[in-house]
């Protein structure tokens, strides 16, 4: 039985904004796209709870750049709340939050940065790429009932061959394969428990789409 969400509906901008800026780029072109993330929360005493997640992602993308030619991708979060209880029991905090992208298509990167970003806890927010996807860590803790922005993440890209495109999208398949991780810590019974949860799109449609001329 789903329950409802561990966090609230995020607004479309909640994953990110993508900008990609060249000196020959085409004029970008903005798309809102709905992400519907399924999620699961596993509790050491109790049977894993399931629930949906509605996120969404404002992505804005040049038509076309040349090849070889360099730009970047920025990823902007809106603020996001965190809920003080869920189906009866408190949500004292997050923790541990790592949300992966899969690393653009026919494009190299060169660089990755994070800037900006408020109310993620006493932790230090980093980015790194491991194997084919983009891993921003946020390590908190973030209360029950308080609001937080992720730091924006930029890429610095060089297109690849003409004729292919550059596709961005939210990594994750399944519980096991997510796109999506924090870990909650939830007062259950007669001790506090940290609850690792996690969330992949379904479907994970196509966020931003460039062509390499």
Not at 179 to 198: K, N, Q, W
């Amino acid at each position: 039985m789903r329950s409802a969400s561990l966090l609230p509906r995020l607004s479309v901008t909640a994953v990110g904004c993508l900008a990609l800026v060249g000196l020959s780029a085409s004029p970008g072109v903005t798309a809102d796209t709905p992400l519907a993330l399924d999620c699961q929360a596993k509790p050491p005493v109790i049977s894993a709870q399931t629930f949906d997640l509605d996120a969404g992602v404002a992505a804005e993308a040049p038509e076309s750049v040349a090849s070889g030619e360099a730009f970047d991708i920025a990823l902007s979060p809106a603020p996001i709340t965190v809920p003080g209880s869920l189906n009866g029991y408190t949500i004292k905090s997050i923790k541990e939050i790592k949300l992966r992208a899969d690393l653009p298509s026919d494009a190299t990167v060169t660089g990755h940065r994070l800037s900006g970003g408020s109310g993620t806890g006493s932790g230090t927010p980093s980015v790194a790429i491991s194997g084919d996807q983009i891993v921003m860590t946020v390590p908190g803790p973030i209360n029950g009932g308080s609001t937080f922005t992720l730091p924006t993440l930029t890429l610095d890209l060089v297109a690849g061959d003409s004729g292919g495109t550059v596709t961005t999208r939210l990594a994750g398949s399944s519980y096991s394969s997510p796109g999506l991780t924090f870990t909650a810590r939830v007062p259950i019974l007669f001790f506090e428990a940290d609850v690792p949860t996690s969330c992949y799109p379904a479907p994970s449609p196509v966020l931003s789409s460039t062509r390499i001329d």
